[in-house]
Structures are given as C-alpha cells and as structure tokens.
C-alpha cells in the first residue's frame, strides 16, 4: 500500500455558493478541482426553505435543491466532491509552494492552490424554540427574507450597525417592527440609531430579550422579558429576525492567514488573493458586509480565475528558469 500523498491542482475547502461557483469555474479552465464540503454541505443556504433573490430561478427555489443543481453543475464540469472537513493546514509562504491540508483529522492532500470557501456561521439565542422554528419563521437574513413578511409584524433581535440596518429594511415592507435590544443602549452608529428612531414603525425595547418563540410549525408569537423589571410580554408576529452577528469559520486559519480582528480573512484589494500566494478567500469568510448568495458566487468566480492566473504565472516562470538554465548549460 502506497503512502504517497495525493497531490491537487486546486482544493476547494468548503462547498455553497461560491465554493461551488469556484469549482464551476476552476473545472472550466481544466484545474481539476477536488471540493471538500465541510460540515454542513451546500452551505447556510440548506437551512433556507425558499430563495427568491438568486438569478436564474424566476418562480424561486429552496435552498437544498439550489446547492444540488450548482453541485450537478460542477460534476458536471469535472470537480470531484468529496464529503468531509479540513481540519488542518500548511501553507508554504512562497509562490509555488505545495500546500498540505489534513481532512478529518486523518489525510493529509498537497495542492497547488487552495479556494477557501467556509463561509460564516449566525450567531442564534440558542432557545430551543427559536432553534425549532428556523425556517419556520425564525431567520438569520432579513434581506434574504423579509420578503415573505409583507405586510406583517414581525421582531428582531440585535443592537448594532446590522440589526439597525435589518430594522430599517423590514421596516420599508412589514407593518410594525419590535426590534429588542439586550442593553440600555444600541451599539449601532449614530447615523444608525437616527435611522431606527426616526423610522415610525419601528418599537424599540431596550433590556429586552427574547424569553420564548411561540409557534409549533411556524412563529405565531413572541414572549418578551425585560431584564430591569422581570415582566414579561408577547406579541403576535410572524417571523423573528436574529441579527446578533455571524462568526466566520476561519479557527484552522489563524495564525498563518491575514484577518480581521473579528476573524473575516482580508483579501488583496479587489482580488481573492489572501497573504499566502496561491491561497484564495471567496465568499462570507472574507465578507462581512454584503453576504449574499449572489455575491458570494461572484467572488467564487473570482478565486477560480485568480487561481488559474496564478498557476499560468507559475507555470510561465518555471518556463523561464528551464531556459536560462539550458543557456548556461550550452
């Protein structure tokens, strides 16, 4: 049995929107690539029951079957989707280094260039009902969302710049607003916080959390409490948008790539290139502002062709050396 270490073109970590668009595109321009698809295959797209705001798709359609028909679309091509999670990394600092990377804490890859595809995790209560309820009416997204709540009450959660925005967003579509927040005060700008109370529809209460979602199947209603006194209320609403940030899945990364202090990876001007030549950052994990579907596929797109430049420019080097090298030989 050999021990020799399989060797990639380009290694996808991490599968949704742009790690599948990556590989659509890198299987395209004959790169081979080879997807691992982490822990929640297909993404937090799986988790959505319906998605109207993505190309393509004019009577819409749910997350799971979207992830599925961009997987066809990339076998298609040629990638090779493998179901398990990268769990370490070696990245050699140097254009045309070999990268390793252990999967599931047991087999170690090389490969040429690396897509990071990992994307973010939203921050839940944690509430059992709320957790029962997701897809049910508790959500994650507001502008993925809000849509479906038309003209209806609904409730978020959060204090800061996104939470403020989100109030705002649903504010423009739904009847009446409650936005909670957990302190005496919004952590959002000013600039935000004029926006929120200026906004009529919008009740906010502060050192207010959320004590219970109502609902078997879908939310029906919201149990509130509020922290300064014990009381506690309930509202009728039909959907609960949770808006207290999102953690991006980059913990195998720290150390060796560029972040942010909140952990997002930081990419090279308008490019995927992270610090590391031949490693590229597409979709929420290098994203905290827009973190859409669509957009993270553009950025997919994006890696794809600057690993395929990336590998041309290496190729083209080594070309150079060969040649040199047989001049001074001659």
């Known amino acids: 049995m050999s021990d020799k270490i399989e060797r990639i073109k380009t290694l996808i970590i991490g599968s949704g929107p742009a790690g599948y668009t990556a590989a659509i595109y890198a299987a395209r321009a004959d790169l081979k690539p080879v997807?691992?698809?982490g822990m929640e295959p297909g993404g937090q797209l799986t988790t959505t029951t319906e998605v109207d705001n993505f190309p393509g798709y004019a009577d819409g359609v749910d997350g799971p079957k979207m992830m599925m028909d961009l997987?066809?679309?990339?076998?298609?091509f040629g990638t090779e989707v493998r179901m398990g999670?990268?769990?370490e990394v070696e990245f050699i600092d140097k254009p045309g280094g070999i990268h390793k990377a252990c999967v599931d804490n047991a087999t170690w890859v090389e490969a040429e260039t690396i897509i990071i595809s990992t994307g973010a995790t939203a921050k839940y209560l944690g509430l059992p009902s709320e957790q029962r309820l997701r897809g049910g009416g508790v959500s994650a997204c507001a502008v993925c969302d809000g849509f479906f709540y038309k003209g209806q009450d609904v409730a978020i959660v959060g204090g800061g710049d996104t939470a403020a925005e989100e109030a705002t967003y649903l504010a423009n579509i739904c009847k009446k607003v409650t936005m909670l927040v957990r302190g005496d005060q919004m952590r959002a700008s000013k600039a935000m916080q004029h926006r929120v109370n200026s906004t009529k529809n919008i009740d906010v209460k502060f050192n207010t959390e959320v004590d219970e979602v109502i609902g078997e199947q879908v939310v029906e209603g919201l149990r509130m409490l509020n922290k300064e006194t014990g009381e506690k209320e309930q509202i009728e609403i039909t959907g609960l948008f949770i808006a207290i940030g999102h953690k991006p899945n980059t913990d195998i990364f720290k150390g060796t790539l560029t972040m942010d202090d909140t952990g997002y990876l930081i990419t090279e001007g308008k490019s995927t290139k992270t610090n590391i030549p031949g490693v590229f950052a597409s979709g929420d994990v290098q994203d905290k502002i827009y973190r859409q579907a669509v957009t993270a596929a553009g950025t997919g797109c994006m890696a794809a062709l600057d690993a395929e430049?990336?590998?041309?420019e290496i190729e083209s080097e080594e070309g150079e050396e060969v040649k040199t090298t047989k001049k001074v030989e001659a």
Not at 71 to 76: G, P, S, Y
Not at 309 to 312: F, G, Q, T
């Open 71 to 76: 997987q066809k679309q990339a076998e298609r």
């Open 85 to 87: 999670m990268v769990t």
């Open 309 to 312: 430049r990336y590998l041309a």
């Open 35 to 37: 997807m691992y698809t």
